[in-house]
């Protein structure tokens, strides 16, 4: 979140570097990002890592994105609002849950009447409408895939926007 709730984003060329830096930060150290959005306030990430502690990533996405916007805004000081909150996702359920929660976010904030229409969220990679080089949406749409192939993606779309 933004220091004191400021916006993190103010220009589409910040929300571009910032998934810059997370492209960079997945060619540094192995993990996966499953689902983001990001708000203007703040972001939502869902990362998968095996050897790299989510701190060492986090760490470097943040300092790096804290030096480009106080640089860019002539700044001191915080953009962040303390440390990130992160939460173990052990199982399934937990990981749908979390993914449509993200994707959901820009519709809850009245941002967007559909959330394929907010850009800066990997909902359209799940939908097929974008393509992407840091999301990997194969994982979620497998619990989706049935016999007819990419049947997943029509399925998960019915699951982020049915009622909850």
Not at 36 to 43: A, K, Q, T
Request: glycine share 6%; aromatic share 16%; with cysteine.
């Amino acid at each position: 979140r933004g220091n004191r709730k400021s916006k993190l984003f103010n220009e589409k060329e910040d929300y571009k570097v910032y998934l810059r830096i997370i492209r960079n930060s997945k060619n540094r150290f192995n993990f996966q990002v499953y689902s983001y959005c990001l708000m203007s306030n703040h972001v939502h990430l869902q990362l998968q890592t095996e050897k790299i502690e989510i701190w060492k990533i986090m760490r470097r996405i943040n300092l790096h994105y804290a030096k480009y916007f106080n640089n860019k805004y002539d700044l001191v000081g915080h953009v962040f609002q303390g440390r990130y909150k992160s939460s173990i996702i052990e199982n399934d359920y937990y990981q749908l849950v979390t993914s449509r929660y993200i994707h959901l976010n820009p519709l809850k904030a009245d941002l967007v009447d559909d959330p394929k229409k907010y850009y800066w969220s990997s909902y359209g990679y799940y939908l097929g409408i974008r393509g992407s080089d840091i999301v990997n949406e194969s994982k979620i749409l497998s619990y989706f895939e049935g016999k007819i192939k990419g049947s997943g993606r029509k399925k998960y779309k019915r699951y982020v926007e049915s009622p909850i």
